[in-house]
């Protein structure tokens, strides 16, 4: 089994930073694909960032220019840093992994639990 926690959520004002983090602890063998998402209250779950084992990215029309998804390969973490916050930007997010628990080529997809960011005056 694999386990995503997510760390670094909290209360910020507009205009403010937070940096998460998402750790991949388990039976990994690689990992192909982290991700953060995002649900808003009455919204669906949207994907925020994307970064694959090759560091290729992709961001959200929304927070490009604003957050930067990042990852250690050594310790099967990745990190999303959110700059100039908004008000809209608060949800609940969520780290995802697709992932390989042996070497044999089927993956697995995984979630985190979820980490609150809201951002308010």
């Known amino acids: 089994q694999v386990q995503l926690v997510e760390s670094g959520g909290g209360l910020v004002q507009p205009g403010g930073s937070l940096r998460l983090s998402c750790a991949a602890s388990?039976?990994?063998?690689?990992?192909?694909?982290m991700s953060w998402y995002r649900q808003a209250p009455g919204k669906q779950r949207e994907l925020v960032a994307r970064?694959?084992?090759?560091?290729?990215?992709n961001y959200a029309d929304s927070v490009k220019g604003r957050f930067t998804i990042s990852r250690d390969n050594a310790n099967n973490t990745v990190y999303l840093e959110m700059n100039s916050l908004k008000p809209e930007d608060t949800a609940v997010y969520y780290c995802?992994?697709?992932?390989?628990?042996?070497?044999?080529?089927?993956?697995?997809?995984?979630w985190g639990q979820g980490t609150q960011v809201t951002v308010s005056t």
């Open positions: 995802y992994a697709v992932v390989t628990t042996t070497p044999h080529p089927t993956r697995f997809q995984f």
């Open positions: 388990g039976s990994i063998f690689s990992i192909y694909v």
């Open positions: 970064m694959t084992s090759s560091s290729n990215t």
